[in-house]
């Protein structure tokens, strides 16, 4: 889950544009290719980004929360999106798959630790790479919490959030026969898989609609329909994951594992009227973690580009900076 409508009115808080200075697909094995760049600072303080989704892909903007003098940032397209091949393939595409590329990446690029930089799906995987490698992580910052939990996917698409949207809903709902709408993600599923290249595109647009009008605190209703095939992908990846519960062991897996990095130290910026992912995810994250620090931001929602939530995710990478040094970076 992860949108970014609004950039331009995040951008002056921002560090300047940049280019990257190594760009390179990465063989990971399954018949998959994914796209990884690195930009700023060569030898800089290592820190890789996480996009949401799963099936978001990042995005230029995404390399400007960092001083480019004072990051090695790496970015990377999660299998099946953005620039990885093949795309819109959820074959071989799961949260462990995901944890794997993560390390394949790092030792690739020579990095013994590093910073982790995600936000929505991005910090539901930041975290399980960091409780699958704790010894990897040197700092977390996260944004807009999911813990893949069926609560959060009951919310968003049980009818939640449906109760203050209830026009949009009834977009994304009505595609769908009265029968099947006990179980939207479901209903979805068929529809998202069916072999129909043009039903399929329908229905992720209409996937792709629902989270992206929520996503921002400051709009005024649907905005407009995301390009066929990034939608594609994004619907099918997002959905693939939800459908089978983000492939974790068992419900409240990530909370139950917050012993196993209890040691490492976080910043959790959160939206105060998050319509995605709701604030009480990272309420009770930072109640059972002590080194993580919750920045609640008010009148801010999900998106990574709410001028409140860029300011502070700005904020707290300047921080890591200060720190670099305690941190072992």
Known sequence: MDKSAGQKRASQLLYPPVDPF???????GDGHR????????????????LHGGPGGGCS???RRYFDPEEFRVVLFDQRGCGRSRPHASVSANTTWHLVSDIELIRKALGIDRWVLFGGSWGATLALVYAQAHPDRVAYL?????????????????????GQ????????????????????????????????????????ARA??????????IDHDGPMGEAPADYARAFARLENH????????DRDGQILQDVPLISHIPATIVQGRYDMVCPPASAWRLAERWSRAELKMVPLAGHALSEPGIS?????????????????GL
């Open 207 to 216: 996937w792709a609609a629902w989270e992206n009008a929520l996503a921002s």
């Open 34 to 49: 994914i796209y990884v760049e690195q930009c700023g600072h060569p030898k800089g303080i290592p820190v890789v980004v």
């Open 241 to 248: 994951y939800f459908q089978n519960a983000g492939f974790l």
């Open 164 to 203: 203050f949207w209830p026009d949009l809903w009834g977009r994304f709902a009505d595609l769908v026969p009265q029968d099947e709408r006990h179980d939207m993600i479901g209903a979805y599923h068929r529809r998202l898989f069916s072999g129909d290249l043009m039903l399929e595109t329908r229905y």
């Open 22 to 28: 190594d760009q390179r697909m990465l063989d990971v």
């Open 311 to 327: 300011a502070e995710l700005v904020r707290t990478m300047r921080g890591v900076q200060r720190q670099a040094s305690a941190l």
């Open 60 to 62: 230029p903007a995404m």
């Open 141 to 161: 910052a996260l944004r807009g919490v999911f813990l893949m939990t069926q609560a959060e996917l009951d919310w968003f698409y049980g009818g939640g959030a």
